[in-house]
Each structure stands twice: as C-alpha cells, then as structure tokens.
C-alpha cells in the first residue's frame, strides 16, 4: 500500500446513531435535512483526518432518497476520500442502513462533499505539504 | 394572478436566523451541513403549505457553498415553489446573509429540493386534489 | 413612505416552524416556554435588523396563551417593530398557526417585547444614529 | 402546617444551571427567551408536583430583565405555589445568579405564571381533588 | 454549625427534569448515558458552588441502574458534597423519580463524582483557600 | 472464526465526533457527562446490533478521566462486545483522541457497561436466540 493510500485508509470516519422518532417526519422517516447534516460532519472529519488543515465544504453533490429511512433503526454513515486535488478533496459518504431488531443492511443514501484546505486569510493552501 | 400562482405565493416560507459561533466550524463560518439542514427544512415546510399532503424528500441538487456565511450573521432561508408536477414539487431554497451590525444583505447559497406527495402506503399521491 | 417606515418594513422577521411532538407538552401542545422563547428570539432579530446595533431584552409583556398550538401544526412567529424610542424599541411578535393538512390560519399568541441597544459598556446607546 | 402549606411546601421545584457562552449573545449575556423558557418549565414542575393533573401555561406576566445574566455565571430557576384557585394555581418564578468563582447570589429575574388543570377534552378541571 | 457545613449545605445543588418520551429510549425509559450526564453536571455545579474554583471530573463511580426511569415521570437530580480533600471533593448524586400523576418518590439511581480544582495550567489546587 | 466471533467483529460500532468548544468546560475540556453519555449510546448500540432484542443499561463501571480531552480535538467512540451472557453483555468503550491539526491518537477514557436483553414485561430474555 502506498503512502497516500495507507493515509485515505486511515481517514476513513464512521458514525452510528439510532434514529429516533424525534428527528422523524409526519411520516416517520428520517428528515432529509438530518441526513444531509450528519453527511457533512462525517465528510468535514474524513476530510479534516486525512489533512489536518483546516477544511470547509466548497459543495455537496445531487443526493437522491430514493429509500426511506424509517425510526427504530439504526444507520451507519460511512466517509472515505476518492478524490485527492491541490487543494481540495472527495469525500464520498454512504449511508447504510439496518434493521435494529433484525440482522443485515442496505445502502440507503450516497452523496459525494468537496472539501478545500484553507489558510488563516480563508485562500485555498495545499491539502498535503509536500 | 391565477388560482395556482395565490396558491404558491401563499406557500413561500421563511426563516430567519442568528449564525451564533456554536453552530460554526473552527474557520468561524457556517457548517455546509447546518445549511443544508436548514434548506431542508424550508423546503418541507414550502411544499407542505403549498399541498397540505405528507411530503418527503427525495432529492436535493447540488449545492454550492462559494461564499462564506460568518459566525454573528443573520441569515434568512427562504422557500418558493418553482415547479408543480402531478406528485411532486421543486423548491427553490435561497439563503441571503446579512451583517449583523451593518446594512444590505446578499444570496449566498442556493439549492432545489424535490418533494413528493406520499400516502400512508408511502405511494405518491397527486400533490393537489382535483 | 418615510425612511423610518421604510426602514420598519425592512426589519420585519418572521420564522416558520413546524411543532414536532417532541417540543410538547403530555397534553400534546406546545409548551409555553417554548413559544416564549422563539418570540424573544424573533424580536431579538427584528430589532437588531432595525437598528444594526447590539440589542438586549429589557421586558417582556404578559403573554396569554388562550389557545393551544398543538403538535402537528405549522406556526409562523412574526415580529414588527411599533415603537421607536431614543435608546429602545418595542416589537409586536404575533404566533399564527395553520393546520398542517388543511387550509387556514388563526392568530395563536402574541406579545410584545422591549428592546434596548446598548455599548461596550453595556450603557444605552441611541437606536438610530443621527 | 397545614396540609394545603405542606403541599405548597413539597411542590418547591429548583433547577440549577451553568450559563454557557453557548446560549449568550453577542453581548455575552444569557438570551431573555433562554430565561423565559426555563422559567416556564420550572413552573410547569411546580405546578404539576402540586396537582398531579395536567397542567397548561395560560399566561406568563410582564417579565423585567433589569439585570443582565453574563456568560459563566451559576443560576437557580425556583418556583413557589403563590396561589391556589380552583382550577388554576399561579407560579412564582425567581432566577438568582450566582458568581462561578466568587461568594454571593443577587434575585436577577422574577415573573408570576398561571397553570391551568386539564383533562383529556381539554376542559378546566380541579386542581386538587376534594 | 461549623464553617465547612455551612458551605457544604450551601453547596447542595438541585435540577429537577421531566422525562420526556424523546430522552428515553425504545423500552421508554431513560437513556442510562441521559442520567449518566446531568449526575455529571450536578456535580459539577456543587463542587463549583463549594469551592469557587475551576473544577474537572477526574472519575465517576460503578453506576447501577436498577430500577427504569420511565418516560412522563420528573426526576430530580440532587448532588451534596460528601468528602473534602485538599484538591479534590467527593459529591453524592441521587436521582429521585415521582409519578406525574401520583404522590410519592422513590431513590433510582445513586453515583459517586470526585471533582479536582485546577489552575490555568491544569495544576491541582486546594480546593479552598486556607 | 467461529459464528459468535463473527457476531462480535460485525457489532462493533463507532462514532467519531469533533469536540467544540460548546461541549467543553470553563477549562476548555469535554464535560465527564458528555463522554460519559457517548459511551452508554455506542454501547447500546454495539449490544444492539449484537443482539437485535432491546436492551437497557444495568450498570457503568468506574470511569477514569485522567487524561483531559481539549476542544477543538476530534474524539472517536468504540464500542466492542467482551463478555456474552445467558440475558446481559459487557461492552468495552473506549475514547480515543486526535489533535485535528497533529498526526496520532492516544487512547483517553476507557469504561465498561453491562446490558440487559428485555422483554415488553421489563424481564430479562435470553440475549442470544438458541
């Protein structure tokens, strides 16, 4: 494994969290909002472990929820970086879902954050010192 | 002015809101995720005034975060209906910044929301009733 | 329009919510304290958008809450300011609510609160330069 | 004592608190509405530990806020039965502040809230079974 | 009365709290972390009280939770200094549940907090000035 | 491995999260509370996933906080099951930190809770169908 890959390997952030009925909708079902907030974080955290500079997020792709993420369950959303820029990084965040009552998962929503390094003046600084 | 167009201007939504340092990163702006939960938000409630059916999210679009929302702003996130299919709407979500101690304010992110008219079956329904 | 009414109609704020049944009481509506507190908060924003200055709460007005915002609904908390004063201004906040799934809104609650701007010193300070 | 006196007595509901800078602003004193709504729930206890019914806030008084609560100051919110009547009590509500590192507390806050006794159609019922 | 007994008696500290249904989890009860941290800040806001120094949680006690708290009960935190030692105090937390709709309480949950003061460069220091 | 190493490995569950400043003390630290309640939500988690029956929190052991966790540091939570029971399991929790701008991490707070397969009657069940 290379340098750089040991360092994603590394980078890679995951948090579990038991979705209660009270950040559910009407209708039960996780607010999109909060999934697209616990998205970022995990994406600021990847981002911020492989760097360590300062990173902030310049745009969050199309996310699709396409899969309803209902109360009493519990979901896992995964942060691994895909793409290594000057300045900035991928961070691709999944979120798994599972059944707290029953075993096995399905990956419920995708969304992929850009992240860029930033200096004290709030200009882009490279993600690595080379 | 048409049924529809009172119905969607009737819809518009607002909020405003005081950034304070604690919902901010340790760059001292506005967490993308903070943004984005609030666009949601925004986008729930514009397409449940404009219906008055259950509504769910099923996709944001890109968003982008160009310019900086500081700690000690107010923003205000504001919602409109920009399409109305049969079950689903688009929101067009705006965020303006504003100084807190100085005049003007100015767009600083954007984002649609598609939002779909679901029944207790979670199958679409028409989003009005004809 | 004067300036000053202008600069009134600029500042007026206003926040949708929905009431989840997680801000309720057991009686499922929702608790005083709660409606108190996003009403100052609205008047805080109202104020601070007029004046562009520091402002503090001095007083609130007795509050009736002779009708029940029940969990479920959509409330919108209005503030406008309608008194201008040297070193304060008062700000009408109104709570009106809607019925998520039917058309319709009533006036719920409302108050008024008393703001004063103040200086590093924390000593008043005129709300409008001249 | 008698046994009204001793209910009074037992129903005594105190609720300490660090003001963090967290829930200050921009002036680093602790928001009115924070203080409302802590106020409120205090009473809500109080009343509730009193009548072991169902209580609603119908009103809070005219609430002065003469002396500012800064960031890192300890606070106790107390409530007190000051008035029984037949289907409402009234809730004197103080918040003394108390220095962190130095000796001493000053009454900084008061406010008078009236609980009403429910049932379940919402209707007024007694406050204390006869 | 001695001198330390008063101030160990002015130290103790109280938070009364409604269980609400969206602290508590799928068997509705309290979460045992939910008890675990306001124990903490009750300690906290004792220790503080007794000594007027910065004080850090250096342990907590084994913790039994016995007996369920249940969602709508009010509990009440109660901490009381139980051993002072020259930089560091021992403080009793009891957490008492009623019914909100019956007379009576019970002793739920008991732990044992030991609270250093330190100084800016995280030095122990006496507790109190002699 | 054997099927029960198997359903250990796949329980283990972690959260990583960033310490702000709001989270943290006057001493600029996490609150023993808030780490405590992080550790009892990834080991309700974790005994969860392990089980998939409800479980509850009977005890926490003695926690240690000699090392302080400062803001601005990136914690994560692990959680691992250690011993399996006929109705209860142990899960080891431990705190590790990362300076957010310094390679390495050093393991912070260790505990251990023990909890318990219930049943809708609040009786202990076999964690573990046979």
């Given at each position: ?17 038991v979705?209660f ?20 974080e ?17 745009s ?33 965040v ?37």
């Amino acid at each position: 494994m290379t340098k750089l890959a040991a360092r994603i390997a590394a980078a890679q952030t995951s948090i579990f969290k038991v979705v209660f009925p009270n950040t559910t909708n009407h209708y039960k079902t996780l607010f999109g909002g909060e999934a697209l907030k616990m998205m970022d974080e995990v994406a600021f955290i990847a981002a911020t472990r492989f760097s360590r500079k300062t990173m902030v997020t310049v745009s969050s792709s199309k996310v699709d929820f396409t899969m309803p993420i209902p109360a009493d369950t519990i979901i896992e959303v995964q942060g691994a970086i895909t793409r290594v820029g000057r300045t900035s990084v991928d961070v691709q965040v999944n979120i798994y879902k599972e059944e707290m009552y029953e075993e096995g998962r399905v990956l419920a929503v995708q969304g992929l954050f850009t992240m860029v390094a930033v200096d004290e003046n709030k200009e882009p600084v490279p993600v690595i010192d080379v």
